[in-house]
């Protein structure tokens, strides 16, 4: 509800870092270049939130332009 209220659009993509990766990264100092396999759901988690921030770029501008003129 929470979400909603925020208007938060959802993404289906999501990176999901397992715990030994997270260690890795956290306390081994190694980088997301030593993680290739991360790659391919960072670059779907991205593409998916830049179509959602065009989209609603476009649908905010077409309701504000609803309300000046109303």
Do not use: C
């Amino acid at each position: 509800m929470i979400n909603i209220e925020q208007q938060i659009a959802p993404l289906r993509s999501a990176v999901h870092i397992g715990g030994a990766d997270f260690l890795d990264l956290l306390i081994h100092g190694k980088s997301f270049a030593d993680k290739p396999h991360l790659v391919p759901g960072v670059q779907a988690m991205l593409e998916e939130l830049a179509w959602w921030t065009r989209a609603l770029k476009q649908a905010r501008s077409v309701d504000m332009r609803a309300s000046e003129a109303a």
